[in-house]
């Protein structure tokens, strides 16, 4: 047995701000995909990945006990196909901010969820929302608070974007251009970041009406500009407003950010080789770098492992 694919993401902008209901931007990612599985001889990885999803299918059952109007599951089914040993088999990284449990979450309810919406109707904005609700509770059981947008667009595999928390709409992104100099890029930290402490940390900073300020006045101002200029297709204006955003991240969030990575972060804006900014929750896992010379952020970044994202 084996399922279909369901890929990674990336949330180009938003991070953190879509809690605070700035703008967002979230793209399918297909270098990274994940599929249900069975197998007659089971490595390790699938075991332990067996017992994730008896985790998962316990967390199900009780959600659905407790919202039954919000989604319902062939249940029987999938306790079946977990207790004889189905398992999530993906490459997706865990603790990279790329999507790994939306990937296995859009995967179940894709398999196991009685009257899904399907990419093949009308999206409307409700279907939309009543998608990342149900996703959201779902992912919770990963991440202890989740808006539901990465599980959203693995299942859709289409851009996603957040206008504000009830506000979302399948949108176009301008199309690539493989021999443009400009680029989005991952730049792997070799460290895992774990979701749940770094959300706690921001939570917390929330208290300080300092800190709110901030966000309101700059971060979500910059994450929409940001937003509207990769949209619009202006390029110039997105780097200006790209490298606004690296400062008020690297002055606002070092928690988020590796602490071996600050100087490389601060060499970015002093040289204007590439901006980086956090790529999920922070913690580890990749930062997400954006530049107008390719070649050139390599030159500067010739330790670290790049992965293009997107070229322009």
């Not at 409307?124 to 009543?130: A, G, W």
């Not at 970015?268 to 896992?285: A, E, H, P």
Request: hydrophobic fraction near 40%; proline fraction near 4%; include cysteine.
């Amino acid at each position: 047995m084996k399922g279909p694919l369901f890929y990674s993401k990336i949330l180009l902008f938003g991070e953190y701000g879509i809690i605070q209901d700035s703008k967002g931007l979230s793209i399918p990612y297909n270098f990274y995909n994940g599929a249900l599985k069975k197998e007659a001889n089971p490595s390790p990885e699938a075991i332990e990945s067996n017992g994730h999803l008896k985790r998962f299918v316990a967390y199900l059952e009780k959600l659905q006990n407790e919202q039954p109007d919000l989604v319902s599951f062939d249940l029987a089914t999938l306790q079946d196909d977990v207790a004889t040993g189905m398992f999530f088999d993906s490459s997706i990284p865990q603790g990279y901010g790329v999507g790994s449990s939306g990937a296995l979450v859009a995967a179940i309810y894709d398999k196991y969820a009685h009257d899904k919406i399907t990419v093949l109707e009308n999206l409307t904005r409700e279907k939309l929302l009543t998608l990342k609700t149900i996703f959201s509770q779902m992912e919770s059981f990963f991440h202890g608070k989740s808006s539901g947008l990465d599980p959203l667009n693995s299942y859709l595999s289409i851009p996603i974007l957040i206008n504000s928390k009830d506000n979302i709409e399948a949108t176009g992104i301008p199309t690539q251009s493989f021999d443009g100099k400009g680029a989005v890029f991952l730049l792997d930290s070799g460290i895992v970041g774990e979701t749940a402490p770094m959300v706690n940390i921001f939570m917390e900073s929330l208290k300080d009406k300092g800190f709110r300020t901030m966000l309101k006045n700059q971060f979500v101002k910059h994450t929409d500009a940001c937003v509207e200029n990769f949209l619009g297709g202006d390029m110039k204006a997105l780097f200006m407003n790209t490298k606004k955003l690296s400062k008020v991240v690297l002055s606002n969030f070092k928690p988020m950010i590796p602490e071996q990575f600050h100087g490389i972060w601060q060499k970015g804006i002093d040289t204007n080789d590439y901006y980086l900014k956090l790529c999920g929750s922070g913690g580890g896992g990749y930062m997400l770098g954006f530049t107008q010379d390719l070649e050139r952020a390599k030159a500067s970044l010739k330790d670290y492992k790049l992965e293009v994202v997107y070229q322009f």
